[in-house]
C-alpha cells in the first residue's frame, strides 16, 4: 500500500470518527453498515470506556480507606445493580420504540415515546428512594456485612439509593437519544458526569482546604453530583438539540395506550436485568461467606471486568438501535445482517481482552491496589471468566438484538433460566458443597455464560424477534 492510500485511509477514519461524534440523528436504514455500526459504536464506546474509568476512580480512592470500605462498596453496589437493572429495562422500551418509530419516520410519536418512558422512569425512582433510605442497614445486613460495614456503609446507601433518580434519568434519556440514532449526545452527558465524579472524588472523600474529608460517604456525593449534571446536560439537549427528538410539554401528558406498551417491553426488560442483578447480589453473598479480603479481591477483578467489557457493551448497544430502526422501516434481513456484523467485530474486541487478563491480569490487580491479602483472589477471577469473553461477545450482541426488536421477553427467559437455573446452583455446589470457596464461584460465571451465548445464537437464527410489533 503506498503512502498516498494509506494517508486517505487515516483521513477517512477520522473523518468518520467527527462525524460520529458530532451526529445528532442519523438514519441507519439505508447505506453501508459497516459505516452505521462505526457511527454508533464510537460514541457509544467512549462513553462506556468513560463509565468504566469513574468505576475504577471509585474503587481507587475508596481502597486507600481500607478493606471495609471496598467490601462496604461491592455489597452496596450489589444492591444498586438493581437500580441499573431498572434504568436499563425502561431505557431498552425507550430505545425500542424510539427506534422503531424513528424507522417509520415518525419523529413527533419517538418524542411522545421518550416523555412517557421518563414519566414511568420517575415513579419507579421515588419508591425505591423510599425503600432505599429507610431499610439501608437492613439491606446491608441481609448482604452480608459485618457491624462495621453496616456502620461505614449505610449513609453511603442511602445517599446512592435515595438519589437514585439521577442513575435512572441517566440510563434512560441517553436511551431516548440512542433510539433515535444521537449517540454522540449519550456519550457526552455520561462523560460530564464522570468527569465531575472523577474530580470530586478525591475531593470529597480526602478533602482539601475548606472541603472536609467526608470518607466513603464523599464517593456517594461525587457520583450522585456528577450524575446530577449529565442527566440536566441530557435535559438540556432535549429542549435545545437540532436532532430529531423535539420533546414538548403535552408528550408528558399520560398516554394510556403508549404507557402500556412502553410498560410491557420495560417490565420484561427490567425482569431480564433484575434476575441477572439478583444473581450477581447472590454470588457477591457467597463470597462475602469466605472473609472480607475475598470479597474485597472480588470487588477489585469486578471493576477491571467492568472496565474492559464496557466497551464492548457499546459496540453490542449499536446492534439495538440498528435493529429498531431498520424493522421500523421494514428491512428485516438488513437488520439481522447488522446483527451478525456487529458480533464478528465483538468477539475480536474480546478475545484481546481475554489475552490481557489471562497474561497481564496480576499486573493489573497490582496496578488497581497493593494489597497482597486480595490479589490471589482478584487475579484468579480474572483468569477464569475471562475464559468465556468470546462467547460472552457474541451473547452481548444477540441479546441487544432481541431487545432492540422489543422482544425483551427472550432474553428475560434464557436469564432465568441460566442464571437461577444453572449458575446460581452450581455456584454454590462448586463453592460450598466441594469447598471450592470463591474458586468455584467463578467456575459457574463463565459456564453459565458459555450456554447463555449459544442459545441466544440458536434463537436468533430462529427469527422470531423479526414478527414483535411495539
Avoid at 459485618?146 to 461505614?152: L, Q
Avoid at 454522540?184 to 474530580?199: T, V, Y
Avoid at 487475579?379 to 461477545?393: D, H, K, P
Avoid at 460465571?445 to 445464537?457: T, Y
Amino acid at each position: 500500500m503506498s503512502l498516498t492510500n494509506i494517508t486517505r485511509f487515516f483521513h477517512r477514519i477520522f473523518y468518520y470518527i467527527r462525524l460520529s461524534l458530532s451526529s445528532e440523528g442519523q438514519d441507519f436504514t439505508t447505506g453501508s453498515i459497516r459505516k452505521a455500526i462505526f457511527l454508533l459504536a464510537v460514541p457509544m464506546i467512549l462513553e462506556l470506556s468513560l463509565e468504566s474509568v469513574f468505576a475504577l476512580v471509585d474503587v481507587f480512592f475508596v481502597g486507600k480507606l481500607g478493606s471495609v470500605a471496598i467490601s462496604t462498596v461491592v455489597l452496596t453496589e450489589s444492591i444498586i445493580t438493581i437500580v441499573y437493572s431498572v434504568g436499563i429495562g425502561l431505557s431498552m422500551a425507550a430505545t425500542a420504540m424510539v427506534a422503531r418509530r424513528i424507522g417509520e419516520k415518525n419523529a413527533a410519536a419517538a418524542a411522545k415515546a421518550g416523555a412517557q418512558s421518563m414519566l414511568l422512569g420517575l415513579l419507579v425512582s421515588v419508591l425505591i428512594s423510599i425503600v432505599g433510605v429507610t431499610m439501608a442497614p437492613t439491606l446491608l445486613r441481609l448482604m452480608g456485612g459485618s457491624a462495621e460495614v453496616i456502620r461505614m456503609g449505610t449513609p453511603y446507601m442511602r445517599i446512592m439509593l435515595g438519589g437514585n433518580l439521577v442513575i435512572m434519568m441517566l440510563f434512560l434519556i441517553n436511551g431516548i437519544f440512542r433510539g433515535a440514532g444521537d449517540a454522540s449526545i449519550a456519550m457526552k452527558s455520561l462523560w460530564i458526569a464522570n468527569i465531575c465524579n472523577i474530580m470530586l472524588c478525591p475531593l470529597l472523600i480526602q478533602g482539601w482546604g475548606i472541603v472536609p474529608a467526608f470518607g466513603l460517604t464523599g464517593a456517594a456525593l461525587a457520583t450522585t453530583i456528577g450524575r446530577t449534571m449529565g442527566v440536566l446536560y441530557q435535559l438540556y439537549k432535549l429542549k435545545y438539540s437540532h436532532g430529531v427528538i423535539h420533546l414538548k410539554w403535552s408528550d408528558f401528558l399520560p398516554d394510556k395506550s403508549v404507557l402500556a406498551s412502553l410498560a410491557k417491553v420495560a417490565g420484561n426488560g427490567t425482569l431480564q436485568f433484575l434476575i441477572g442483578s439478583a444473581s450477581w447480589i447472590f454470588l457477591a453473598r457467597l463470597v462475602a461467606q469466605f472473609g472480607e479480603d475475598a470479597t474485597a479481591g472480588y470487588g477489585v477483578a469486578i471493576r477491571l471486568i467492568v472496565f474492559f467489557i464496557l466497551p464492548a457493551w457499546g459496540l453490542s448497544n449499536a446492534a439495538a438501535t440498528l435493529v429498531g430502526q431498520n424493522l421500523g422501516a421494514g428491512n428485516a434481513e438488513r437488520a439481522a445482517k447488522s446483527v451478525w456484523l456487529t458480533a464478528k467485530y465483538n468477539v475480536l474486541f474480546m478475545l484481546g481482552v481475554t489475552l490481557l487478563f489471562f497474561f497481564m491480569g496480576e499486573w493489573l490487580v497490582q496496578l488497581l491496589n497493593d494489597d497482597v491479602a486480595i490479589r490471589p483472589v482478584a487475579v484468579e477471577a480474572l483468569r477464569i471468566v475471562s475464559l468465556g469473553y468470546v462467547l460472552y461477545g457474541i451473547s452481548m450482541v444477540m441479546m441487544n438484538a432481541f431487545n432492540g426488536a422489543g422482544d425483551t421477553k427472550t432474553p428475560t427467559i434464557i436469564n432465568l433460566i441460566f442464571f437461577w437455573g444453572i449458575q446460581i446452583p452450581l455456584a454454590y455446589v462448586l463453592s460450598i458443597s466441594w469447598k471450592m470457596g470463591p474458586t468455584g464461584v467463578f467456575v459457574a460465571i463463565v459456564s453459565a455464560e458459555s450456554l447463555i451465548a449459544v442459545v441466544a445464537m440458536w434463537l436468533f437464527t430462529k427469527g422470531k424477534w423479526k414478527a414483535v410489533k411495539i
